[in-house]
């Protein structure tokens, strides 16, 4: 077969080929690449002579959330909700001293009290320029939050309660049993009641009591508290910090009427299966907050585990944009 021979059958070959393609076999076309999620960057600042880490995400331009901890967790509880959270809001979630990545010096060191873990706080938060922010709570962190909200009520745009408590309708019988002793007179008897909080099952206990699925909760969460719990002098400020807790309660009349002059836009979202703060609590902010939306989780104590979507959804629909 000659050289042009050859040519003009490859070149009808290919003409076969075009005419048989169907005209809907066109190139698929090039998606634009997605959008990357806001990363989460961990940083610290030096507040009254000691580091706090926080974590934080999303444009310093949007409305701030200041996320903050129970016990005895850290910043790291809210790992899953600050990047739910990044593409419309600016997040903030400190570790107090003594708790996570910040500093923790020992009892003697350091008086651990309620009033100076919220000093820290208020610390890093004017180190940052922040003047206008929605604060989340969770156990601790309401009162940490409330003295917050009660000592600058012209900067805290808006609560979002979460098995947080202010009132005592809110105190199951089991923590009752073990702390209004310890707050009544504190011993080697009440003591030792207490430290029953700072065990490994008592740990993964408020983990998993409640929870939807128990066994879709991350061991993670009590391995790593357990492992800061377990250092040597923990011990010692966590009980001081549970026996200060009383000072929370002698402050619930005046947050109570903060509440009323005020009227922060509030959003409680509560594990309605907690044992410690019981669902009559989430009710009772409704006493002074009467403009309260309140959703009830399927969870227990640490619900945000197994409910991180809804609970972003409703913070959208509270407080986006605003």
Known sequence: ?????????????????????????????????????????????????????????????????????????????????????????HVIAPDYIGFGQSDAPAASEFTYSFDNLTAHVTGLLDQLHLTSYVLYMQDYGGPVGFRIFAERPGQVKGLIIQNANAYLDGVGDMPKQVFLPLWEKRDATTEAAARNFLKPETTRFQYTFGAHDPEAISPDNWTIDQALLDRPGTDAYQLDLLANYKTNVALYDSWHAAFRKYQPKTLIVWGKNDPFFIPAGAEAFKRDLPKAKLVWLDGGHFALEENVGLVAHEIDLAFAGE
């Not at 059958?9 to 005419?19: D, H, N």
């Not at 934080?56 to 990047?83: K, Q």
């Open 1 to 89: 077969m000659s050289k042009s021979t050859r040519t003009l059958g490859l070149a009808a070959a290919a003409a076969s080929m075009v005419a048989m393609t169907p005209a809907s076999a066109s190139p698929a076309p090039i998606s634009a690449p997605a959008v990357p999620a806001p990363r989460t960057l961990y940083k610290s600042e030096t507040v009254k002579g000691l580091k706090v880490f926080y974590r934080e995400a999303g444009d310093p331009t949007l409305p701030t959330i200041v996320l903050l901890h129970g016990f005895p967790t850290s910043s790291h509880m809210y790992r899953d909700l600050i990047p739910a959270l990044a593409g419309r809001f």
